[in-house]
């Protein structure tokens, strides 16, 4: 990808006869980097690339540059993920994101190098990969316990047994954070499937290299294929179409550009999407996990039972 | 009728035989038309008013038809100016309901019959089931040829059947499902096509939708031919409708662009083209509003049949 290397072998004769010299310089096979739709790998489908560059002005990879299409794909495939998996069973969720913090864990290395490319000291990469694992651990244990603490029984004055549970919103469009770009990712991913949600992400447009390989975690690690899908590309172009397609239910941005949170608002109006803005969220810190984040993409839904006024038994629920 | 109008009629067990690598590979080339903008828009319009809005389930009601009926004459109310889809299809047990829902609005009623889906019944019965359709005031019959006897090579069977179907329906315009999943290659198709446009045929039909595969490119593409040939040497013009599987606007567009590329404009009307299917509406709608608010359209705004 992107340069050609030459590798020429020479002939030579020695004295012994004919003898066969290989050069010991090989080609380097580079990784594509390609996008996550429906648990496969394709190309972007307008065939489009750039090529993002670290500070010392090393090119990274070649990245797709993903179109409004590539999103509709990703949202169709959101959409149709979404009943199998809110329907699992909490704990299995919760067994899902935790196998996802395991294979992280296995591809420690990798990331560690791909965030040192994208600009990191070998200390700050350490750390923020080892906190990307830990906070997979972190939601992968609330997925079955939020439920709990978010749900109430409502005292009513008719017979009527009374309960509020959360579920989950739906789809949901992210705008992954662009500086951290692997916990700033896994921090906004893991609470929205957690709370049995789909997602479509666009990854950091400047370091994308660390969302594509989080993909193929992803792949390897029992998530049904559309629970997650990753694009790559820029915001600029498609945080419009993020935000203003009827059938995404929430979106997450997480700039302090100001007026790009103007326009989401008025777009999101149409279809009344939640629209949540993690603009002043410090991903290294405690605030950065916790089961609020969870109840950002959950609808309360509250259901009223006839229960028979038993005499005596006084009101209450 | 086309039968009684030529001196004779053609051997059918030769058939012209048909190249499956070059049908598929033609089908597959009019899914490469790029179709933007104002052809698009005028393309989904066309498509929605060729669809036969199809429910013939086990468990239709009255309420179902009458719902359904509904949604052929008001696709979505929120979009003015829309065509209405072209007919409704339904069983015959179904066709009075139909036809008092649908009124004066011009929507056209088709009934199955012939003992749909499978045919296997006698004669007398399948003529009784679709002269039942026909006085229950059904505009449209789509009956089902007898494919066993077809594959035991009786093809004089299948065409004096169709021909007495085709004596039953009166007025009614003749649809002929020859169940392409069921007749296994082209060019039996092909030879079930010549077979129903001679015995008297006014549309013929791919499929059920009870059967895998229903609706291809391909066994369209080999229909249109046959519709073609026919055409050339008889002069008659005979409808098409592909049924079953298509559910995507852009399936039904490249499906437009095979029909004007073999056929021509003629048959680019809901008189001679159809498409059978249910889903296809919703989608077709959702293609015209994105068009129109140039927003992306969930399924939740649209009503459901």
Redesign the interface.
Known sequence: MGKTIINKSSLSISENGLEKKTSSKRLEVLKTYKIYIGGQFPRTESGRYYIPVNAAGKKLANVCLSSRKDF?DA?VSA?GAFSGWSGRAAFNRGQILYRMAEMLEGRKAQFIDELIQQDATKAKAEKEVNLAIDRLIYYAGWCDKFQQLFSSVNPVATSHFNFSVPEPTGVVSIIAPQDDSLLGLVSVIAPVIAGGNTCVVLASETKPLCAVTFAEVLNSSDLPGGVVNMLTGKPSELVS?FV????VNATIYCEKDSITQKMMREKSA??LKRLTFYDKVNWYSEEGQSPYFIMDTQEIKTTWHPVENIAGAGGGY | MAAGSLTMLPDFSISPRIDQVGVEERASRFTKRSIKKEAKMNGLLLVLNMIDLTTLEGKDTDGKVKQLCYKAMHPHDAVPGLPTVAAICVYPSMVKVAKKALGDSGIKVASVATAFPSGQAPRDVKIRDTKYAVNEGADEVDMVISRGKFHAGEYNFVFDEIAAIKEACGEARLKVILETGELGTFDKVRRASDIAMHAGADFIKTSTGKIQPAATMPVTLVMLEAIRDFYYKTGKMIGMKPAGGISKSKLALHYLVMVKEVLGEDWLNNEWFRFGASSLANDVLMQIVKEKTG???????FSVD
């Open positions: 509709r949202v959409r179409w203003d397609h009827m059938d149409l279809n | 927003v992306y359209q969930a399924a939740n705004y």
